[in-house]
């Protein structure tokens, strides 16, 4: 096996010794090797390779993995075979020898390629029966790998869709235990993570089809066997597979990807780096306020360093000016600093204090996109990347809330929070809005309140459990708050037709944005800061 984070090799001697591969050391090797220098080669490749994969195999997209495995041996051994001058087709002789699934379908297409690939007399390595669909699809396979051997990236989807009717009926199952030992690239993501595999290639989709329909291999239209109908068909399943739109995957095909790259990570922590990754893009320094004067340090004397203070503390030029020898505690000096009023302006960041909604109409951001949690994560992290801090809260119904409980720098955990998922009913926090303000202090930083619902955000203004009025929490959070607040709405009518609303706008001061669609959410993320605190206010 190999594992593509340390770039290591692993050889089972034992298995080598049972299948007396022990004169094939040079052939073994230099297949591991080529999977870390040709093909997969890097851990965001093998990612890439594996969704083009994926929309080749509908129905059987759990299998993409297995075939990865097979279509970068192919690339690999040929090379080595054609260009090396080793003796490949030697080690799948000696395997076939020693088992007694060798006659199997999968397996024997897949040989029967290598025979083709190496000019092999028919049944060297191909046990099993062949017929003439099996020996076309053999013959496109081997055209394949020749074609795409440099732009092997572009052809994995078409070799999926090439190996698809030969999953159907068992999956391969007698092929996947004659390889169970060999299957290299099986966990070869452990312990790694790859980026950019939340967005989908230009050709992704469109490139998983059947070679027979590729003008490169075989024109169009027409199959090695003259089987149009069955081609045909083949091709509509391959086209009717998938659920994504547009070119960004969907958090749940995400996921599947990195557990077929074998990275196991729980669907939480999936959606965190999800939601990280789609923001990332979108990240802009959150606005600052500034304050008339910054401070710059001004030395003003020594004093005795000891021990129990910081290495870095202590002033060895002056320690030594006071003696020559050097006695910790005794000796040793450090220098005092104060602060003199300085030139330059000081930012003084904005702290950010989110409330997202996760009741019933909004999609579970684990499974599909939520255009909340993402447009929650574009501020939140710009906020962090400003140096603010944030307190994040999502909720739903009475009693259905989680929050980071105070204002915090911990960008893991501010999206742990935002990509949990309640799906209840819709009552509104109050009491975290109250505990947040009733005993904030005018000399704490100011902080921006930021909303982003539907029409239940007026729940806010009903009564907390102890019978307190939410407009009054409402209207004593935006008063210490000092930084505003804006109430982000996807509403079908006008907000100023919702008694609650106008209220809140014309009393309270709250700014409300309407959104037609969660779409748009993206791109008010992107120019909140911009718009409301940022050079130019406005």
Not at 55 to 61: I, M, Q, V, Y
Not at 322 to 330: L, Q
């Given at each position: 096996m190999i594992r593509l984070v340390d770039h290591a090799v692993v050889i089972s001697l034992r298995q080598i010794a049972e299948q007396g591969l022990q004169a094939f050391a040079l052939e073994i090797l230099g297949h591991e090797i080529g999977h870390h220098v040709y093909t997969p080669a890097d851990l965001s490749d093998?990612?890439?390779?594996?969704?083009?994969?994926?929309?080749?195999?509908?129905?059987?997209?759990?299998?993409?993995?297995?075939?990865?495995?097979?279509?970068?041996?192919?690339?690999?051994?040929?090379?080595?075979?054609?260009?090396?001058?080793?003796?490949?087709?030697?080690?799948?002789?000696?395997?076939?020898?020693?088992?007694?699934?060798?006659?199997?379908?999968?397996?024997?297409?897949?040989?029967?390629?290598?025979?083709?690939?190496?000019?092999?007399?028919?049944?060297?390595?191909?046990?099993?029966?062949?017929?003439?669909?099996?020996?076309?699809?053999?013959?496109?396979?081997?055209?394949?790998?020749?074609?795409y051997a440099k732009e092997w990236l572009d052809g994995s989807g078409r070799f999926a869709a090439l190996c698809l009717p030969y999953l159907l009926e068992d999956e391969g199952q007698a092929m996947q235990k004659l390889l169970r030992g060999w299957r290299d690239t099986e966990n070869a993501g452990a312990g790694g993570f790859p980026d950019g595999l939340t967005e989908m290639g230009e050709s992704e989709k469109e490139g998983a089809i059947h070679p027979a329909m590729d003008d490169e291999l075989a024109g169009l239209g027409e199959g090695p066997s003259g089987e149009e109908a069955s081609e045909g068909e083949l091709k509509s399943r391959v086209h009717e597979m998938g659920k994504s739109q547009g070119q960004r995957r969907e958090p749940f095909e995400y996921g599947a990807i990195l557990k077929a790259l074998g990275i196991d990570l729980s669907q939480h922590e999936i959606a965190i780096r999800y939601y990280r990754e789609r923001a990332a893009p979108h990240l802009i320094p959150f606005p600052s306020r500034t304050i008339p004067e910054t401070t710059e340090p001004l030395p003003e004397g020594l004093e005795p360093w000891d021990i129990g203070s910081p290495l870095e503390s202590a002033d060895w030029m002056e320690s030594?000016?006071?003696?020559?020898?050097?006695?910790?505690?005794?000796?040793?000096?450090?220098?005092?600093?104060?602060?003199?009023?300085?030139?330059?302006?000081?930012?003084?960041?904005?702290d950010l204090d989110l409330y997202v909604d996760s009741s019933g109409s909004i999609p579970d951001p684990q499974v599909a996109t939520s255009y909340l949690t993402l447009a929650g994560a574009i501020v939140a992290l710009s906020a962090l990347r400003a140096g603010a801090r944030v307190q994040a809260t999502l909720w739903s119904g009475a009693r259905q809330f989680t929050t980071t409980d105070g204002f915090i720098r911990d960008e893991h955990k501010?999206?742990?929070?935002?990509?949990?998922?309640?799906?209840?009913?819709?009552?509104?926090?109050?009491?975290?809005?109250?505990?947040?303000?009733?005993?904030?202090?005018?000399?704490?930083?100011?902080?921006?309140?930021?909303?982003?619902?539907?029409?239940?955000?007026?729940?806010?203004?009903?009564?907390?459990?102890?019978?307190?009025?939410?407009?009054?929490?409402?209207?004593?959070a935006m008063e210490k708050a000092r930084g505003g607040g804006t109430m982000v709405l996807n509403l079908w009518g006008k907000w100023e037709d919702n008694a609650d609303l106008a209220r809140a706008n014309h009393e309270q001061g709250w700014q409300i944005s309407l959104m037609r669609t969660w779409e748009e959410l993206v791109e008010f993320a992107r120019r909140f800061s911009a718009m409301k605190y940022g050079e130019g206010e406005r």
């Open positions: 093998h990612g890439r390779m594996i969704a083009r994969m994926r929309w080749g195999l509908p129905g059987k997209e759990h299998l993409a993995s297995f075939i990865s495995n097979l279509y970068t041996d192919l690339l690999i051994n040929d090379r080595l075979q054609r260009s090396a001058g080793l003796s490949m087709a030697k080690v799948y002789e000696a395997l076939g020898e020693k088992s007694t699934d060798s006659a199997d379908r999968m397996w024997t297409f897949y040989m029967r390629i290598y025979e083709i690939l190496w000019s092999l007399t028919k049944g060297t390595l191909a046990a099993g029966r062949i017929d003439e669909r099996l020996e076309g699809d053999a013959h496109l396979g081997a055209r394949l790998i020749r074609s030594v000016l006071v003696s020559p020898r050097i006695v910790p505690g005794m000796t040793t000096m450090q220098r005092v600093w104060g602060t003199t009023e300085g030139s330059l302006p000081q930012k003084q960041p904005i501010i999206l742990g929070i935002l990509t949990g998922y309640f799906g209840g009913a819709t009552a509104f926090p109050i009491h975290v809005l109250r505990d947040t303000y009733s005993e904030r202090k005018p000399a704490d930083r100011p902080v921006h309140l930021l909303v982003i619902s539907d029409d239940g955000v007026t729940t806010m203004f009903d009564k907390d459990e102890q019978g307190n009025s939410g407009w009054d929490i409402s209207r004593m």
